[in-house]
Nanobody, 124 residues
C-alpha cells in the first residue's frame, strides 16, 4: 500500500514557475514508477509526465515538453514536478500517481495509487 500526498499548488501568473511535490509512504519507493497527471474542469485526466524508479527514464506529454521537468529524490520518498513558463491552459488539478514496476506507464488505468490532488491556477 502506498499513500501519496501532493503539495505546492497555487495561483501564479502566466510565465511564472511552480514546483509540485509528492511524498510517498512506504519503504520501497524505488520500486515504483511515478506519474503526474492533471485534470481541467470538464476534461479527462491526462498524463503530464512520468519517471521510473531509478530516475533514468522520463516521459513528457507534448504539451509540456521543454517547460516541465519531473524528478525524484528516493532518499526522501519524493517526486517533483518543476513547471516553468506556465500558461493559462496549464490550469488544472494535478495528481501524483504510483505504480509498482520498472517501466514508464502512460495510462491512468496502469496506476494503482493516487494522491488527493493539488490545484494549479495560471492567470493571464
Amino acid at each position: 500500500q502506498v499513500q501519496l500526498v501532493e503539495s505546492g499548488g497555487g495561483l501564479v501568473q502566466a510565465g511564472e514557475s511552480l514546483r509540485l511535490s509528492c511524498v510517498a509512504s512506504g519503504r520501497t519507493f524505488t520500486g515504483y514508477t511515478m506519474g503526474w497527471f492533471r485534470q481541467a474542469p470538464g476534461k479527462e485526466r491526462d498524463l503530464v509526465g512520468a519517471i521510473t524508479g531509478n530516475g533514468h527514464s522520463t516521459y513528457y506529454a507534448d504539451s509540456v515538453k521543454g517547460r516541465f521537468t519531473i524528478s525524484r529524490d528516493n532518499a526522501k520518498n519524493t517526486v517533483y514536478l518543476q513547471m516553468s513558463s506556465l500558461k493559462p491552459e496549464d490550469t488544472a488539478v494535478y495528481y501524483c500517481a504510483a505504480e509498482y514496476g520498472f517501466y514508464i506507464r502512460t495510462s491512468m488505468a496502469e496506476y494503482d495509487y493516487w494522491g488527493q490532488g493539488t490545484q494549479v491556477t495560471v492567470s493571464s
